[in-house]
C-alpha cells in the first residue's frame, strides 16, 4: 500500500474470497488522477493492472484504470487516500472499485448468478432465468431499463422484473427475469445491461444458450399391429362397445409403441356393425371430452379412418360412443415423440409436404383396368435424390371405387407377407376413402434396372375375391430425420374450426365452390405449416367430392373425401395453410354440409435448417416438393 510507483490491496470480495488487485503507474511515473489504459504489467505508456484470485490470474490482460483521488504524505510521499475503479477486459471480464482511507462514495452490486447460462435447450422451448442484484456500495444505486446487447439478443427476452428505475441501499435487492429461447442449432451469446450512477456507469450480464433440434415432433412408423378389437376382447372387454360408453385404450407399451415421452399416436379405427347412426370421437385420456368426431357412421356400416391423437393420463387414449352399440378395431401405424432433452437428436422422421398429386388410378386406360382378386403392385416413386434413399413412410389417402364385393384394402412397404390389418373396408359398388401413413422399402434392380439405385416404394392389396378400381394421392412424406429442413408435429387435443351447419369458419355449400377459412391462434401459429386433421361430410344433396389445400397455391387435381347422396362419411386430412394460416375447401357438386375438427399441426422450427427466406425477411418452411411414380407398376397374385 506505499510507494509512488504502484498500489496493491488484497482484500475479501463479496462472494466470501479473498482477491487482490495491483495498480502501478506506467514506468518512472508516479499514480496519478485520470482515465489511464492497462496492460498486466505495465510499460513506459500504459499501467499495470493484475487481478488475481482463488488460483485464477491473465497473463495477457488489457483494461483500464480510472483514480478518482489520490493524495500523499507530503514529507514521505506516502499514499494516504485511494480511490479508483478498474477494468478488466481479457480473460475474464471483471471491474470494481477500490477504497483507501477515502470518504468517496460510491454504488456497486454483486450478482447472483454471476451469469446466465441457460444450457441446452430445444429448438421451439424456452427457458426461464431469473438474476438477483444487491447494493453493497456506500451509496445508493439506481439503475434503468434493462436491456439485451449483442449478436445473439434474439435468442433472449425480457419477461420481468424489479430493476428498472429502481433505487437500492445497501443490502437491498431488485430482480430481472429473462426468457432463453435458442435461435438455431448451437450457441447463441448475448449481454443484458443496466446503465446506472456507478463509476463504471451500467451493470452487465452475460447470456449463453444452446439450441439442439431433439427428436420432438418426429414420426416413427410402425409395420401396422392391431392394439383393440372388441369382438376378439383384444385391448377391451369382449363386447360391443355401449351407448354413452368412453373406452379407455393402452397405447403406451402395445404394438410397437414404447413407454416414454411419446406425444400422439397414429391409429387405423374401424367401426364394425353398429346398431344405429353415430360417431366415435377419439381424444386423449384425463381431458374433457372434446366437441369432435372421428368415424361418422350410419347403422350396419363398416368403415375405418385414420386417427392422429395424442396420448392422455397412464399412457391411454379414450373412444367415445354416443349411441347404439358398436365393434370397434384400431390398429397403430406408428407415433410422434414428445419433448425430451435426452432423446437423440434424430430419434425418428420429419414431414415434408409434396404437391398433392395423384400417383394411381386403376380406372387410366394405361394401367389395365381394375385389381382383381387377391391382387397387388408395387408402387415406386422418386422424390430425387437429394430425398428418396431418407423416405420411410408415404402420406396418402387410398380410394376404393365401385368393388364388385365385399372386402379390404392393405397397405405396407410391400415386402414379406402381406399384414393382416386392413388399410380400408368397404362393400360392394360404393366409394371408401382412407388416409394412410405407409412405410416404404427401397426398391432397387426391379424398379430402376439398376441394383445401386433405389426408389421407395409402397405395396397396395386388394383382399377380396371381385374386382375393385384404387386410387392413391400423395400429400407429403416422412423422411429418417436425416435432411435439415423438415416439419414436425405438434399434438392439439381435438378442435373443432369448421362446421357449416352452425356457421363456423364456413357456410353450407349450396353447389360447386370454393371457401377459404383461416384457422383460429387457439390452433394455429407462426410457424403452422399444416393442419392434422379430420374432415366430414354430412348429408349431401347428390355424390360429390371435397378437396382442401392451401390458400395462396394451386388447387390440387385430388380428393379429400369423395361422398354419395346422403352420405356421412369422414377421412383424415393434412391441410396446408397459407401465410394467414387460411386454407381452402372445394365442392365439386351439389349441396353439402362440411365439418373439419383438428388434433395436431406441422410446425417448422426456425433454425433447424433448410429454410428459404420471405421478403419480410422471416424463415420458412422449404416449398412443397413434386414427385413422379417410377415406371408403370405391374399386378401380381399375392
Not at 140 to 165: D, V
Not at 498 to 505: F, H, Q
Not at 540 to 567: E, I, M
Request: proline share 6%.
Amino acid at each position: 500500500m506505499r510507494g509512488a510507483e504502484g498500489f496493491y490491496i488484497t482484500a475479501q470480495a463479496a462472494d466470501g474470497n479473498s482477491y487482490s488487485v495491483n495498480v502501478g503507474a506506467p514506468t518512472g511515473q508516479q499514480l496519478a488522477v485520470g482515465t489511464f489504459p492497462t496492460t498486466r504489467m505495465g510499460d513506459a505508456t500504459h499501467y499495470s493492472l493484475d487481478v488475481s484470485g482463488q488460483g485464477f490470474g491473465c497473463n495477457d490482460s488489457a483494461g483500464s484504470v480510472t483514480i478518482h483521488e489520490i493524495t500523499r504524505d507530503p514529507s514521505t510521499n506516502d499514499v494516504t487516500t485511494f480511490a479508483a475503479t478498474y477494468h478488466q477486459q481479457t480473460c475474464l471480464e471483471l471491474y470494481g472499485e477500490i477504497r483507501w482511507h477515502s470518504g468517496r462514495g460510491y454504488a456497486e452490486t454483486t450478482q447472483s448468478p454471476t451469469w446466465a447460462g441457460f444450457g441446452t435447450v430445444g429448438l421451439g422451448h424456452s427457458v426461464t432465468k431469473t438474476v438477483t442484484l444487491t447494493s453493497t456500495g456506500s451509496t445508493p444505486i439506481t439503475l434503468q431499463a434493462p436491456k439485451i446487447e449483442g449478436t445473439g439478443a434474439a435468442a433472449f427476452k425480457i419477461t420481468g422484473g424489479t430493476c428498472a428505475g429502481a433505487t437500492r441501499s445497501y443490502g437491498q435487492t431488485c430482480t430481472v427475469t429473462v426468457q432463453g429461447t435458442p435461435t438455431k442449432i448451437g450457441d447463441d451469446f448475448a449481454t443484458l445491461t443496466m446503465a446506472d450512477n456507478s463509476d463504471r456507469g451500467k451493470r452487465s450480464f452475460s447470456l449463453s444458450i444452446t439450441g439442439r433440434l431433439g427428436a420432438e415432433g418426429t414420426f416413427q412408423p410402425l409395420t401396422p399391429s392391431r392394439i383393440l378389437d372388441t369382438r376378439e376382447g383384444n385391448g377391451a372387454p369382449k363386447a360391443p362397445l355401449g351407448a354413452n360408453q368412453t373406452l379407455h385404450l393402452q397405447v403406451l407399451g402395445r404394438g410397437g409403441v414404447p413407454q416414454g415421452a411419446i406425444s400422439a399416436v397414429v391409429l387405423n379405427v374401424t367401426v364394425v356393425s353398429p346398431t344405429s347412426a353415430g360417431y366415435l370421437t377419439v381424444f386423449p385420456t384425463g381431458v374433457a371430452r372434446p366437441l369432435a368426431s372421428n368415424l361418422n357412421y350410419q347403422a350396419g356400416w363398416i368403415g375405418a379412418n385414420a386417427v392422429t391423437v395424442p396420448i392422455g393420463t397412464g399412457g391411454k387414449v379414450d373412444i367415445f360412443n354416443p349411441g347404439g352399440n358398436v365393434h370397434v378395431v384400431a390398429d397403430v401405424l406408428g407415433y410422434y415423440y414428445g419433448y425430451d432433452q435426452s432423446q437423440n437428436d434424430y430419434a425418428a422422421g420429419q414431414y415434408w409436404r409434396t404437391v398433392p398429386e395423384r400417383i394411381l388410378d386403376s380406372r387410366d386406360p394405361g394401367f389395365g383396368g381394375a385389381f382383381g382378386g387377391f391382387e397387388w403392385i408395387r408402387l415406386p416413386v422418386s422424390y430425387g435424390t437429394k430425398y428418396d434413399s431418407h423416405i420411410r413412410a408415404l402420406a396418402v389417402n387410398i380410394t376404393a371405387v365401385d368393388p364388385s364385393q365385399g372386402g379390404y384394402i392393405t397397405t405396407w412397404n410391400g415386402y414379406g407377407d402381406v399384414p393382416t390389418a386392413s388399410t380400408l373396408n368397404f362393400t360392394p359398388h360404393s366409394i371408401v376413402p382412407n388416409f394412410a401413413i405407409v412405410p416404404t422399402a427401397m426398391c432397387f434392380y426391379e424398379c430402376s434396372g439398376n441394383s445401386n439405385i433405389g426408389y421407395p416404394s409402397i405395396g397396395i392389396a386388394n383382399m377380396s375375391s371381385g374386382k375393385t378400381h384404387i386410387i392413391v394421392d400423395i400429400f407429403g412424406f416422412y423422411d429418417d430425420g436425416q435432411v435439415p429442413g423438415g416439419l414436425r408435429f405438434h399434438p392439439l387435443t381435438p378442435t373443432r374450426i369448421v362446421d357449416t351447419r352452425s356457421g363456423l369458419g364456413a357456410k353450407t355449400f349450396t353447389g360447386a365452390g370454393t371457401q377459404t377459412v383461416k384457422a383460429p391462434a387457439t390452433v394455429a401459429g407462426d410457424n403452422t405449416v399444416a393442419l392434422v386433421s379430420n374432415a366430414t361430410g354430412v348429408n349431401p344433396s347428390n355424390s360429390t367430392y371435397l378437396s382442401l389445400w392451401a390458400n395462396g397455391t394451386a388447387q390440387p387435381t385430388v380428393s379429400n373425401l369423395n361422398l354419395a347422396r346422403n352420405d356421412l362419411r369422414s377421412n383424415a386430412a393434412v391441410i396446408g395453410v397459407g401465410g394467414n394460416n387460411d386454407f381452402n375447401i372445394f365442392n365439386a357438386a351439389w349441396r353439402v354440409d362440411v365439418v373439419i375438427d383438428v388434433s395436431g399441426t406441422f410446425e417448422y422450427i426456425p433454425g433447424s435448417g433448410g429454410s428459404s427466406v420471405q421478403a419480410n425477411g422471416l424463415p420458412q418452411a422449404p416449398a412443397p416438393l413434386t414427385g413422379t411414380v417410377v415406371g408403370t407398376p405391374q399386378k401380381r397374385k399375392i
